[in-house]
């Protein structure tokens, strides 16, 4: 059973930075592409950024530019660096391994759902 543990969030105003981590345990993390979610009050999980093992990465629109994804496959760790932080932004940030379709995109978390880390953003 994979277990995943986020941690970093907190509460920034507009425009500032956070720096988001995800310990993950199992010893098939080196060849998971893993991913950031986040889900804001009252809507869906969507997701965020994907890493694949080779370190390739793709953002949903609306954080290209402000966030980047990284991984330490020797530590089992993904990393989400925020800057520039928007109001539109305040979620609970989760991290999983993420399930792609035959196109490229993302379908779902593939492992149970940590607690998430939540991210406050104030104007």
């Known amino acids: 059973q994979v277990q995943l543990v986020e941690s970093g969030g907190g509460l920034v105003q507009t425009g500032g930075s956070l720096r988001l981590l995800c310990a993950a345990s199992?010893?098939?993390?080196?060849?998971?592409?893993m991913g950031w979610y986040r889900q804001a009050p009252g809507k869906e999980r969507e997701w965020v950024a994907v890493i694949r093992s080779g370190g390739s990465a793709n953002y949903t629109d609306s954080v290209k530019g402000r966030f980047t994804i990284s991984r330490d496959n020797a530590k089992n760790t993904v990393t989400l660096q925020m800057n520039s932080l928007k109001s539109e932004d305040t979620a609970v940030y989760y991290c999983?391994?993420?399930?792609?379709?035959?196109?490229?995109?993302?379908?779902?978390?593939?492992?149970?759902w940590g607690k998430g880390t939540l991210v406050t953003v104030s104007s």
């Open positions: 199992g010893s098939m993390f080196s060849i998971r592409t």
């Open positions: 999983n391994a993420a399930l792609m379709g035959p196109a490229g995109q993302v379908l779902r978390g593939l492992y149970n």
